[in-house]
Each structure stands twice: as structure tokens, then as C-alpha cells.
């Protein structure tokens, strides 16, 4: 089981990012993405279901980042927009097997390397 993000890179504030993630070896009921700032906590940003429905989000970036999946290429992407300097962060994908959204890191089973974004200001 292998899970690859892909995209961290250095961008200004008021810009935007698109992070994908590609699984292998499984098939995810759900996949999310986490981030963790430089002396915090890993902390929930967005979650889907590969079975449908409604993603959710944090409220930290509720109307400015996007979670969608390619069922084809079993990837996941994280639209970031309107970033702002403390979205600075490592972000890593997450998969579980079960359909529902929750928002306990505990709860998501497979995790990414993860990747850098650092928002300048």
C-alpha cells in the first residue's frame, strides 16, 4: 500500500496549489488530507468518500481549498486557493477503508510521505 503526494512547492500569499495524491495496492473508501505547521499538531483539512457524497473541511479553509478524486487513476487532489501564510504546512494524503468522513487522525489508517507548502507572505 503505497500513498504518494505530489506538488509542495514555495508560493506567494493570495496564490494557489493543487495537490494530488496517488494510491496503490488498495482500494480506499476514503481518502483526506492533513497538514502540520512547524511546532504543531498534524491536524484534519479535508476529507471524501469514494463512494459520493459531500467532502468536508476544516473550517480554517472551508471556501477556499477543494478536495476531489479521479476514481479512474484512484488519486485524490487538494485545490488550494486564496492561500494565506499560515497555511504553511507539511501536507500529507490519508486513506481508510471505511466510507465515512471523520476527522481523528486516529481514524485514517495509511498516510503519505508528505509535502511541503510554504506560503510566503
Known amino acids: 500500500v503505497q500513498l504518494q503526494a505530489f506538488g509542495g512547492v514555495l508560493v506567494p500569499a493570495g496564490g494557489f496549489l493543487r495537490l494530488s495524491c496517488a494510491a496503490s495496492g488498495r482500494t480506499w473508501g476514503a481518502s483526506a488530507w492533513f497538514r502540520q505547521a512547524p511546532g504543531k499538531d498534524r491536524e484534519f483539512v479535508a476529507a471524501i468518500s469514494w463512494s459520493g457524497g459531500s467532502p468536508i473541511y476544516a473550517d480554517s479553509v472551508k471556501g477556499r481549498f477543494t478536495i476531489s478524486k479521479d476514481n479512474a487513476k484512484n488519486t485524490v487532489f487538494l485545490q488550494m486557493d486564496s492561500l494565506k501564510p499560515e497555511d504553511t504546512a507539511v501536507y500529507y494524503c490519508?486513506?481508510?477503508?471505511?466510507?465515512?468522513?471523520?476527522?481523528?487522525?486516529?481514524?485514517?489508517?495509511?498516510w503519505g510521505q508528505g509535502t511541503l507548502v510554504t506560503v510566503s507572505s
Open positions: 490519508a486513506g481508510r477503508r471505511g466510507t465515512d468522513l471523520v476527522r481523528m487522525r486516529s481514524q485514517w489508517g495509511s
